[in-house]
């Protein structure tokens, strides 16, 4: 079976195998190594995963003593299939939707500016409304707005 070429390989994946070194410089290839690793690299590119997300799914966790072969480890990592890359616009089902903040209203009370889904009054303006018949004539009194 011919090896794979270089010539042949996708200049991104390519590229992207040069620069693992700079990530962690353990991990210096070989021209025949890049290029036998360079489809795998490619075709997970092709699936969606951006080139700073490879790097980070080669490069991190890597063995403290890595002794000799460091195109096996990347093999091992390339040899599982591409995870499809969720689109960030849509929500997962796990992460709410971004909240929307409510527009700002006017207190009908005393005019302070809030955030509230309808005209209403602020909490100091309402404070004084909610005081039960049996406070005393002090607590009665309403808030300074």
Do not use: N, Y
């Not at 962690?24 to 092709?46: G, M």
């Not at 995870?83 to 006017?106: E, F, M, Y």
């Not at 209403?120 to 300074?144: F, M, N, Q, W, Y």
């Amino acid at each position: 079976m011919p090896q794979p070429t270089l010539a042949e390989a996708d200049e991104q994946a390519v590229a992207l195998l040069a620069s693992l070194r700079i990530a962690d410089p353990r991990l210096i290839l070989s021209r025949r190594e890049v290029a036998q690793l360079a489809p795998a690299v490619a075709q997970w590119l092709a699936a969606g995963v951006g080139p700073r997300q490879l790097t980070s799914a080669l490069t991190t966790p890597l063995p403290d003593h890595l002794l000799a072969r460091p195109a096996r480890i990347l093999t091992f990592r390339l040899s599982e299939p591409p995870l499809p890359v969720p689109d960030s616009a849509a929500p997962t089902p796990h992460t709410p939707p971004p909240a929307v903040p409510l527009p700002w209203q006017t207190c009908d009370g005393c005019e302070r500016p809030l955030r509230a889904a309808e005209p209403t009054r602020c909490r100091d303006c309402r404070h004084g409304e909610d005081v039960p018949a049996s406070a005393t004539s002090a607590e009665k009194l309403p808030v300074a707005c």
